[in-house]
């Protein structure tokens, strides 16, 4: 079910989860913003890797 890739995946959203928390609540509002714009991006990401990994299985 869960790859290797698919933990990565998850590890890099956490992380960047975290550090836009972080940012936002120190202060760093508008890097935090930033920040937080990458987890929705990174998701797509993963979500394009896996349909193109099972699609290429498929065939």
Request: proline letters at 2%.
């Amino acid at each position: 079910m869960f790859q290797l890739s698919d933990l990565f995946i998850l590890l890099a959203v956490a992380i960047s989860f975290a550090l836009s928390s972080y940012l936002w609540f120190n202060g760093y509002r508008e890097q935090g913003v930033f920040t937080a714009i990458w987890v929705p991006t990174i998701l797509a990401f993963g979500i394009y890797v896996k349909v193109s990994a099972l699609l290429a299985r498929r065939d």
